[in-house]
């Protein structure tokens, strides 16, 4: 099944996590972009608002999964998946999957706005938690890549 794998990083750990859950299930990338001004992007999730992103270059009707991962901010979902997610409903396919890396906690309602703004409910999700080290670990890359193995045994890859 062709898949994509959408993300958001602030920082670069999501965009890690991404490229192990893509390179696990041969899927294509499309990174999330949006303003780098980190207090209003907080201020955003915490209000439960998007905000502007760039135009995505992949159409995620064109694959069979869309995976989309990003952080949590301010124990709410970041404010560029919410916005991504909220642009591409009409556009996801009927299959879709959510991670998140996050510092421990906000994963439960995080997840609830992915499924809120996607319009659907994931066939997998997955929380890596990276406490305040703020990159993967050696125990957090094999939970990227579990997740993958995760969608492969639901045969959605």
């Known amino acids: 099944m062709k898949t994509l794998v959408a993300y958001y990083s602030l920082s670069g750990t999501n965009r890690r996590a991404?490229?192990?859950?893509?390179?696990?299930l041969g899927a294509d990338l499309e990174e999330i972009k949006a303003s780098p001004m980190v207090p209003l992007l907080i201020l955003k999730a915490w209000l439960g608002m998007g905000t502007k992103i760039g135009e995505p270059k992949r159409d995620p009707s064109e694959y069979g999964l869309v995976v989309v991962g990003g952080p949590v901010f301010a124990g709410k979902l970041a404010a560029p998946v919410k916005s991504y997610l909220?642009?591409?409903?009409?556009?996801?396919?009927?299959?879709?999957?959510f991670f998140l890396v996050c510092g421990g906690r906000g994963d439960r309602e995080a997840l609830a706005g992915m499924e809120?703004?996607?319009?659907?409910?994931p066939v997998a999700t997955a929380v890596i938690t990276v406490g305040d080290k703020k990159r993967l670990s050696v125990e957090n890359e094999a939970q990227a890549k579990a997740f993958a193995e995760t969608l492969k045994t639901l045969g959605v890859s």
Do not use: C, W
């Open 18 to 24: 991404a490229e192990i859950v893509a390179g696990a």
């Open 116 to 121: 809120k703004a996607a319009g659907r409910k």
């Open 86 to 97: 909220d642009r591409e409903r009409a556009s996801l396919p009927g299959k879709v999957a």
